[in-house]
């Protein structure tokens, strides 16, 4: 109270008040000076509560009087603040506060905290307990001992450029020196002071240990990263979110033919196009495609890359994926695409081969007849009229047996040669059996047809075959037969012309025959129902054998893989042996494929399980299995039945399955595969080379081996086709993880040949003639 009443300001507000009361007494009859004293009256009020220095009065120039009234009282604030003694300093702490209050801070921080010029000054308990000493021993030492030797000479200048500098202190990184050989790594931030009054730092050491260490494996896994984009085949681009490219290894710069350093920047599509190998449509902006809409994207199995930064193209298979951060959201695209020019044409020649005879180059069987169920399609659906022509030679077994198999050869590939020349180029030309072919002649009526096969008749009939020392001639019969809407399927046409072919024969050889129905009267005068009888009586009275033929290992002893197969014969009359060649396909058009395959499993189980044939640790005996067997949807449980009773090893049995055989049966084929290996069973894809309908269920199917087929073995070591062809079999081999077993090899040369290139096992002759298997111990 006593402070308030000696306030300067207080004391003259008491003073104007008592005036302002004298004022109201004598005005207080006077209305008109009542708001002006009530006006004054309330600024007196603010001000005497504000209690501030400088205040003054608002004056009003309404009424004179009190103009004069409120100047006078501004000049006695200002009077009596001029008198006023200035406000006593608030009382400063004594010093020892300040060091104890420093000291307390010091031992309580975390952190090392030093105060020091090139020497320490002070040392707090934590940087004592950081270099495992006592924090008063490192008073006195200098600074930069506490640095790895890399820092030392950066503390040194950085103490004697900044203490007597004004300039900001910035906060650097150092490494201190600790037990072991990877250092503490630490953030120094420094302030300038005074400590015993000369100029010092004050600096502070967070540790930043924890993350140097993520920085420096972050920045080991980016380093092996980009080594590893930068060591593989693969060409590899990525993209930001824009499709604006940001990295190429240098594996993308070789394919395409250009400097990286020229594509960042850029847009996949400046460097590159991408088209269809076959009819060079465009396959679009992968990357714009894959961010457009936030998925992998693959192109196409026929992808042909052309640079823009070279003249090259190639076949590629390329892939666009979305590039995720860690909060899923797109950041980016990555392209990675590699060149497969060799693989597809590799892929194409072995397609080429297994849709054409290797001997004459036309067209086989299997593509022969899926060329006819196309033409059946187009006949039932657009009402298209087709001919086919089958063509059997006459007096070819002359050739044959009086010159020689390699005659053969040469004659039956001239006569394909002459055959071609005879068609249109919309026809097509087959070889279908030893001396048998066939065309079909597209859109072709058959009158027009009869005149084709009238030239073939005489061209072929007016051919001399010239060997040695001696000139054939020889000649064809031809059976014609229409495909039309009301044709069944392409086995029941190439039945019907094989029947008119075989009427064409009988007239007189070098004959023409249009099929009537009437042909399947003399076609059973061949014998066809006399064989449904033969194989009725053999599965009824037992009268099939099985015969034995070794398999052995080029490597030398193998631990794993086939070591035999199981062969089929069937007993005549007289009991001598009948090949399967002639009586599977009667077998085959009387459905009684699946009987047979079920005789021989059987019989086959029971042999193995006695010993017969001996099959050492690890190998495998082969069985070989039909297309209508696959179909048969009871088979599987059969096999299973017999390797349960038999007590037979699954991965004693490897079945040997044809792909056409496969394709043919192809979801019963992949059930029936998929189970049997799945328990252990060895599979082979059989006859590989000489009728393959689609590469691509290689890769789908769960096979061990690929048995070549006997016409790429033969005479290997000369034949440079041959070679290639088995070359590039086993190379194909190899990409699926096949093992490759080489049939029919019947020399010993063509064994050493087959050795060198690669190939895994050998059966044929070379090795033993099939046995009976009763006669194997």
Known sequence: MIGILNDPVFSVGAVLFVLVVIALVWTGSRQPYVREIERL?????????????????????????????TASMNRLLDHSQEQAPPPPPAPEPPPDVYAGLFEALSDTLPEVALIHTERILFANPAAGDLFGVDAATLEGKPI?????????????????????????????????ISGDD????????????????????????????????????????????????????????????NGTIDYMNEAAEQLIGGARSAGLGKRLLDLLSLVDEVDRTSLGDPVAKCLAERKRINLGRRALLLSKQADREFSTELTASPIRGPDGQIAGCVVIFHDVSELRGLAREMSYQASHDALTGL????????????????????????????????????????????????????????????VRDSDTVARVGGDEFAMLLAGCPLDKARQIADDVVQAVGEHRFA???????????????????????????????????????????????????????????????????????????????????????????AQAGPAAEILLRMRDESGASILPVHFLGSAERYQLMSHIDRWVVQAA??????????????????????????????????????????????????????????????????????????????????????????????KNLSLDYLKIDGMYTHDVENDGLN???????????????FRVVAEQVEDQASFE???????????????????????VH
Request: aromatic content about 6%.
């Open 753 to 775: 040949a087959l050795r060198a290139l690669g190939v895994d096992f050998v059966q044929g002759f070379v090795v033993e003639k099939p046995r009976p298997l009763q006669a």
């Open 144 to 176: 930069s001992d506490l640095l790895r030797p890399a820092y030392r000479a950066l503390m040194r200048k950085h103490i004697a450029d900044h203490l007597e500098s004004t300039e900001p202190l910035q906060p650097f990184e150092v490494q201190l």
């Open 363 to 422: 067209v086989n069987r299997v593509e022969f007849e899926r060329r006819l169920e196309a033409a059946l399609a187009s006949a039932r659906g657009e009402g298209v009229g087709h001919v086919v022509s089958y063509l059997d030679l006459d007096r070819f077994k002359l050739v044959n047996d009086s010159s020689g198999h390699i005659a053969g050869d040469n004659l039956l590939r001239e006569i394909a040669a002459l055959l071609k020349q005879r």
């Open 605 to 698: 189980l029971a042999a193995i399980a006695g010993g017969a044939p001996h099959l050492p640790a690890g190998r495998s005996c082969g069985i070989n299995l039909s297309a209508q067997t696959l179909g048969d949807d009871d088979f599987l449980e059969f096999v299973v039945d017999v390797l349960d009773h038999t007590g037979v090893a699954p991965d004693k049995i490897c079945f040997e399955v044809r792909e056409s055989a496969v394709v043919s049966q192809l979801d019963q084929a992949q059930r029936f595969i998929s189970v049997l290996h799945g328990i252990g069973c060895r599979f082979a894809l059989d006859n590989f080379g000489s009728g393959i309908g689609s590469f691509a269920n290689l």
């Open 467 to 557: 060997w040695q020392d001696r000139v054939f001639d020889i000649g064809v019969s031809i059976g014609l037969v229409e495909v039309g809407k009301d044709s069944v399927s392409a086995e029941g046409v190439l039945s019907a012309a094989d029947s008119a072919c075989y009427v064409a024969k009988q007239q007189g050889r070098g004959r023409i025959h249009v099929y009537s129905t009437r042909d399947e009267v003399l076609a059973r005068e061949r014998g066809e129902i006399q064989w449904l009888q033969r194989l009725q009586r053999a599965l009824k009275e037992n009268e099939f054998e099985l015969y034995v033929q070794p398999i052995v290992a080029l490597a030398g002893r």
């Open 723 to 737: 070679r290639e062809l088995v070359t590039a079999m086993v190379k194909l081999a190899r990409t699926l993880d």
């Open 182 to 241: 990877r250092g503490h790594w630490v953030e120094l931030y420094s302030k300038r002071l005074k400590f015993g009054g000369e100029s010092a730092f004050l600096t502070v050491a967070r540790d930043i240990t924890h993350r140097k260490s993520l920085e420096a494996s972050l920045g080991r896994g980016k380093l092996q990263a980009r080594i590893t984009l930068e060591s593989i085949g693969e060409g590899v681009i990525t993209t930001d979110l």
């Open 41 to 69: 009256r309330d600024d007196l009020h603010k001000l005497l509560a504000r209690a501030e220095r400088d205040a003054r009065l608002a004056v009003n120039g309404r009424l004179s009087p009190f103009v004069d009234i």
